[in-house]
């Protein structure tokens, strides 16, 4: 399928495996490139239709068009729309996902990056916590990738650096992570099968969740 220079690209046209391909052979120069939305994108695409490494072809070649300098990045994508990805995603699918290292580290930052725009205030106005993340098959020491998650007054802040005390550790897969966050897996379930690992303050940990106004797909 070919698409005439500086047309403009009718998503809901396309198959989800047409759409990857079309975005995976676009440069950041295309007038169709330009004019994509990246939410649009996520809208279009069902995980359900597409192969287990079509949806890592897809978000690589989103990421790709804007590290060149696209107006595609995956800040723009509504949470929402995200969610929803995540929902219909098989398990192979975000493992998939997760195995690619720029992948990886560009959708993880991204979902902490916006830790502090869903945190509710009202809920961590008198709080004053530290929370570690570990999320196995990392790069970093002890083969984890690390987040800290700081509750001071009424936000959230984040940082790579594990500056402070945590009151509590949490270590879990990345793919089990996304899921959590997107509110397609269950933190006791996940805890009671031994996938989500606490160490330090149990009941805070189980109140986590409740502290932001997570997106649901």
């Known amino acids: 399928m070919s698409e005439p220079q500086g047309a403009e690209v ?3 046209a396309l198959k ?4 990857v391909e079309l975005l995976d052979r676009m440069n950041p120069e295309d007038i169709a490139a330009r004019n994509i939305d990246v939410d649009a994108i996520g809208r279009a695409i069902d995980p359900r239709k597409l192969r287990k490494n079509e949806l890592s072809a897809l978000l690589s070649a989103i990421t790709r ?3 060149a300098g696209a107006d595609v990045d995956l800040s723009r994508m509504r949470p929402g729309t ?3 990805i995540i929902t219909h995603a098989s398990r192979e699918q975000i493992q998939a996902v997760m195995a690619d290292p720029r992948l990886r580290t560009r959708v993880i930052d991204e979902i902490f990056r916006r830790a502090g725009e869903h945190v509710r205030p009202e809920r961590v106005r008198d709080l004053d916590a530290v929370v570690h993340w570990r999320l196995t098959d990392g790069t970093g020491a002890g ?3 690390r987040w800290e998650t700081v509750f001071a007054d009424a936000a959230c802040t984040v940082s790579r650096d594990m500056a402070h005390k945590p009151k509590v550790t949490i270590t ?3 793919a089990d992570f996304l899921k959590l966050i997107t509110q397609n897996a269950s933190a006791p379930v996940l805890f009671l099968t031994g996938k989500l690992k606490v160490r330090g303050d149990l009941a805070f ?3 986590l969740s409740g502290l932001f ?3 649901r797909g």
Request: glycine fraction near 4%.
């Open 65 to 67: 068009l804007a590290e």
């Open 205 to 207: 940990a189980a109140s």
């Open 10 to 12: 009718k998503l809901d």
């Open 172 to 174: 879990l897969t990345p």
């Open 82 to 84: 995200f969610a929803r």
């Open 143 to 145: 083969g984890y990738d």
């Open 213 to 215: 106004d997570l997106p």
């Open 16 to 19: 989800p495996r047409e759409l």
